[in-house]
């Protein structure tokens, strides 16, 4: 990190800050779907929010969904990357360069930058209903790190609910008005360090599941929501990235209702993991490359207590934000965002995402190991453990 950070010091400074801090620009969709994004607010009436002193607070997620949508007009306009305002764009925008320990006009352009997906359009035609893809962001990350994997998603058919952590997420905008800032650092201490993620991981598997309940709601009609009684949450996964990727995990095994997972290079951190029935896909950033001795077995560990076939892929060439939408934004540095190119990264994050959610949550036949061979180094779990 501290090397990646003298090289980002060294481009802002100079001529090629614009090229190396650019607007990001998503890559379209690629299916039948046009894409549709709302934001809601829930608040977990029978769970006290812990981060604060004041004992009558109760745990409130945001939550961004985009799903397939209506097809509008070619120049309607698209929403906003950060947020559903120029105000939280830029609050955020500024927590995540505070986050990260660098200047906050080098991420200026992410105010600025528009997805593909309309705001609060209607739902698709027809009376299709659509699988649900619960989705967690790293640590210190945001509900939106992973809009063009979620809008390749939506545009395939699926629901993706991606939410912010409150006192985790960088930085939260409520809708009073209120910012809450993150409240998690760490100590430099592994041991106190692992306990720390071992807490914050259970509090956003709760999270999963009280937003899967909340959707589940919305589905049957009982309390209003976006896409309504078109989302199936009778099929579901459940993915995060990093410390997300280790509550999506965490949520599985506390939670029937998720028939599937995908991490995003998540380090596991249940102290004493048992067996699960849902199959899982991992991907993970470059084997060869500078890892943490620990993570692979510590995976494998995990991969091998599922009760169906699972999947662990290294991509090559991926560092450990290749899963997110950071090298749409962040300098070309092997070191953080790998040396697949601006979009290839996310591209093929979706892509592998898309070959499992079809095979576990529509059942679609053919074999899931050649496609996903086909963007890396793969290994498969048997449900009897073991590769």
Request: a negative charge; one cysteine or more.
């Amino acid at each position: 990190m501290p090397a990646s950070l003298v090289c980002l010091c060294l481009i802002a400074v100079g001529p090629a800050a614009a090229w190396a801090f650019p607007v990001p620009v998503f890559p379209a969709p690629s299916g039948p779907f046009a894409v549709g994004t709302s934001v809601v607010q829930w608040t977990d009436a029978d769970r006290p929010e812990d981060a604060t002193p004041n004992a009558d607070d109760r745990r409130t997620v945001v939550v961004q969904l985009w799903y397939p949508a209506r097809r509008g007009p070619a120049d309607a306009q698209r929403a906003g990357y950060l947020g559903r305002t120029n105000r939280e764009a830029d609050l955020v925008s500024d927590a995540l360069a505070d986050y990260v320990g660098i200047p906050g006009f080098l991420l200026d352009g992410l105010p600025r930058a528009r997805t593909h997906a309309a705001a609060d359009a209607p739902a698709a035609d027809g009376d299709e209903r659509f699988p649900v893809v619960l989705f967690s962001p790293g640590l210190g990350g945001v509900r939106t790190q992973n809009s063009a994997w979620a809008q390749e998603l939506a545009s395939h058919g699926y629901v993706v609910a991606a939410l912010d952590h409150p006192y985790d997420s960088a930085a939260v905008v409520l809708a009073d008005g209120r910012t809450l800032r993150t409240k998690v650092t760490a100590t430099g201490y592994a041991d106190r360090d692992e306990a720390r993620a071992v807490e914050w991981t259970a509090v956003r598997a709760a999270d999963l599941s009280f937003v899967l309940t909340r959707l589940d709601h919305v589905a049957r009609g009982e309390i209003p929501g976006p896409v309504g009684r078109r989302m199936d949450t009778g099929r579901v996964a459940v993915a995060g990235h990093s410390l997300g990727g280790a509550a999506a995990l965490q949520a599985a095994r506390q939670d029937g209702r998720f028939d599937a997972v995908i991490d995003l290079d998540g380090f596991p951190h249940d102290p004493a993991p048992t067996r699960f029935p849902q199959p899982v896909l991992a991907l993970t950033q470059d084997t060869r490359g500078d890892i943490d001795p620990d993570y692979l077995p510590r995976l494998d560990q995990v991969l091998t207590l599922s009760g169906a076939t699972s999947y662990r892929l290294a991509v090559p060439g991926a560092a450990h934000l290749t899963f997110t939408d950071a090298p749409l934004y962040l300098p070309p540095v092997e070191s953080i965002v790998g040396s697949r190119g601006r979009t290839d990264g996310p591209c093929v994050t979706a892509a592998a995402s898309l070959a499992s959610l079809d095979h576990t949550l529509r059942g679609r036949p053919g074999d899931v190991s050649i496609v996903l061979g086909a963007h890396g180094d793969l290994s498969v779990y048997g449900p009897g453990g073991g590769t």
